[in-house]
């Protein structure tokens, strides 16, 4: 089915965002959170598959990214992050009040979804994550960071080009051709969106007894932009609620490698299985 454009209001600014609803019932419905530098109309695939199962998916493009409004690059506060995620799961749970509600995060969108779910702990049939924004390959030097927690003081929102290789997301070569041919696609992080991610995604790792929401977080062994072993740690850290796939020679978008249809299948199958279906 056609994906249908829907706005979400935060303190005065409109998210701008994409909507997927399965021709009958609606057993589940699956909220998004993109990663860095794109926007939610790249998951259109993964839309399509799950509404296909049953499945409504959804998401928006969040502040300074794709059709949504903002310095690019620029995700603001973190705290501000999870008032947004508050907001679209209260409006999701409105409108689809007798389905099952998941949350699905990948890299950025990744370590979003996980803190969201040490922090507030909310009340949903499950999350699936993938190549979370935990430990980046490689890292950023210490004096690069510290300057960075400078600058985020003083010009928070002063921007660099994020250093994202199009042809490390997946071993198929289209996707890093469409990822470069994309105009909603940029290549900026502000040094206040590194240092709040950065500080984030430390955070979680030290309260994984914090994500009490049962969890499919799966990692690619060949991804050279975010750290698979951070994703095992985790997930280990989690315990029994925590289902940890680590698909062999996969890159960073498991969503968009040359096994997606298995990708797509697991993801499926899982939230099945949270939803009774």
Known sequence: MAAKEWGLDWKGQSLR???WQPQGEVKGVVSTVHGLGEHIGRYDHVAEYLS???YAFLG???LGHGRSPGAR????KYEHIMEQIDTLLYRVSNVFSDASLFVYGHSMGGNIVLNYLARRQPELAG???TSPWLQLTRPVPRAAVALMQLMARVKPELARPNGLASALLSRD???AVDYEADPLVHNLITVQTFVELTKAAEWVMANPDSIRTPLLLMHGSAD???DPTASRRLAQRIGQSCTFRLWEGSYHELHNELDKGLVLDTIRQWLDSRCGG
């Open 173 to 175: 070569e289209r996707v």
């Open 224 to 226: 050279n932009i975010t």
């Open 60 to 62: 928006v493009d969040l």
């Open 52 to 54: 296909s199962h049953g």
């Open 127 to 129: 999350a699936v994550v």
């Open 73 to 76: 690059g620029h995700v603001g």
């Open 17 to 19: 965002g994409l909507v």
